[in-house]
């Protein structure tokens, strides 16, 4: 007994260490920051490597290519100078706020969904991308709306806001729907071929990637998300340098035609 | 007042504790089912690979050789997303018990058989020459003594067990770690999620490991002719 409350004591007394620690996380300057990453000559990018469009590695050239690549180049262009200044980093939706905390990577641009609990974490820039929730069935079951999934099961991903969404949604139309959440796309997809999960789905632009002769995208879009860059709380003159970018990147033009580039919508 | 442990992610998570209730709830049922069942399958396979019979004997090899040898998120998965194209389609935690169980049942099995061949063999031969069975020599001789030495091991396959339920997060299982990686992921308020949820699965299973302890010393304290022999036995087996 005597040994388990010491056990526990010691236990407690690291959750206090790491809370103060997190609580008193020191700010340096903000341009600082800025050096260090001039410093070091790269800028550090967490990217999605399994979202055909947005972020993808070519398993065969091992290449990273993607619509959120090249605004990760052209932000290490506004800050380097030179646009393949840049260091990408593979992130899933587990380690993408970890690895912004303890400075592993400078910014995210990851299909990141801009949330006001999100906000509380981290700095987002302004919405580059906006796309609503779909929904990716097999051909086979023969659902035609969202109506038809009253009971079903839907594959949604951990971290990604559609699950609210389409809760919201049901909710609305008086349905009854169950959720299964896993860690990457191509897991849901393994589920819905195995008939585990009714439908699988993610944002619109995302699940596009996972269409095939067997599956088909229900018309059905909902609630708008928006997606932003994040870097860290502290780390403001790196958040204006990004929303700067982003901000010349859409009055210039440049944004739509990456945007056509990757023939997203 | 940012950073992985802020004060507001504390809060936030006080706030929503029925997620983590509900996941430590299915955690423990799903543990206290398998377990159950690892234990039924461990005797079994471990009494018939000790048994003189030969089928017997290939067949709990084969069990615990291929259970053993294979991961277990490969198991999971293979129930998971292999069978359905079967046609067969288990509800998840269904799975989680049979996974867990089969698995752990392997380890057991093979605690078991070492806990028996541990019991001299003369032990065996005097019962016989007095008149009793095989089972009856078994029943009272020598699985008499082979509890004691069975226990310490077969406690940490429990915890083992417990800890492993973990894996069912990524089958969508609804367990602790699941609703850890779903609740902690929607908002990124990782640093609570997981120092609580880590001491939750510490809740279940140090009490144990402190069993395991105390049955492992008290067996030591036991003055046999063999406890020489005994407590090497136990002591390889609590390293495998």
């Known amino acids: 007994m005597k040994k388990l409350i010491t056990i526990s004591a010691l236990i407690l007394t690291l959750v206090l260490t790491l809370t103060l620690a997190g609580c008193s996380s020191k700010t340096s300057s903000a341009s600082d920051e800025i050096q260090k990453i001039k410093d070091r000559g790269t800028l550090k990018v ?147 071929t195995s008939g585990r999960v009714d439908c699988f789905s993610v944002d619109g632009a995302i699940l596009a990637g996972y269409l095939d002769d067997n599956t088909t995208i229900l018309s059905d879009k909902f609630s708008p998300q928006e997606y932003g860059i994040a870097s860290k709380k502290t780390n403001t003159a790196l958040a204006k340098a990004i929303n700067d970018t982003i901000t010349e990147l859409r009055n210039s033009g440049d944004l739509q035609k990456l945007v056509e580039k990757w023939g997203l919508k | 007042m940012n950073g992985p442990f802020a004060l507001f992610k504390w809060q936030a998570l006080f706030t929503d504790w029925t997620v983590f209730a509900k996941g430590f709830l299915t955690t423990l049922l799903v543990s206290v089912i398998a377990l159950l069942l690892a234990l039924v399958l461990g005797i079994l396979f471990g009494i018939f690979s000790t048994s003189k019979i030969k089928v017997l004997e290939a067949v709990s090899r084969v069990y615990v050789e291929f259970i053993q040898n294979t991961p277990l998120l490969i198991q999971v998965f293979f129930l998971y997303n292999g069978l359905p194209h079967l046609g067969v389609v288990l509800p998840v935690m269904l799975i989680g018990i049979l996974a867990l169980g089969i698995y752990h049942g392997a380890y057991i099995a093979e605690v078991v058989r070492a806990g028996i061949n541990s019991i001299n063999k003369g032990q065996l ?78 809740a279940l299973c140090l009490p144990l490991a402190t069993a395991a302890r105390n049955f492992e010393r008290k067996a030591s304290q036991v003055p046999e002719s063999d406890s020489e022999d005994k407590k090497l036995t136990y002591e390889e087996d609590a390293i495998a």
């Not at chain 1, 801009?114 to 659902?143: P, Q």
């Not at chain 2, 429990?158 to 894996?167: F, H, P, Q």
């Open chain 2, 125 to 202: 031969e005097a019962a016989l020459s007095q008149g009793f069975t095989y089972w009856e020599a078994m029943r009272y001789i020598v699985i008499p003594q082979a509890v004691k030495i069975v226990l310490p091991p077969m406690t940490n396959q429990a915890v083992n067990l417990i800890k492993n339920t973990s894996v069912l997060s990524i089958i969508a299982g609804g367990d602790l770690m699941y609703q850890t990686d779903s609740w902690s992921s929607a908002n990124l308020y990782y640093g609570p999620a997981y120092v609580v949820t880590g001491l939750l699965y510490l």
């Open chain 1, 46 to 192: 967490g990217v999605k490597v399994d979202v055909p469009k947005f972020g993808y590695k070519d398993p065969a050239t091992g290449k990273i290519s993607g619509f959120e690549i090249d605004i990760a180049k052209a932000i290490a262009k506004k800050i380097l100078g030179d646009e393949n200044k840049v260091e990408f980093q593979a992130v899933t939706a587990k380690t993408r706020g970890p690895l912004l905390d303890s400075g592993e990577i400078d910014m995210v641009a990851a299909t990141f969904t801009i949330t006001e609990e999100r906000k509380k974490s981290y700095n987002f820039s302004d919405s580059y991308f906006t796309d609503g929730v779909g929904l990716l069935v097999k051909k086979a079951s023969g659902f035609k709306s969202f109506k038809d999934l009253d009971g079903k099961t839907i594959g949604v991903a951990q971290s990604a806001t559609t699950k609210k969404a389409l809760q919201a949604e049901a909710d609305k139309q008086g349905l009854k729907i169950k959720f299964s959440e896993f860690a990457s796309y191509p897991e849901i997809k393994t589920a819905l």
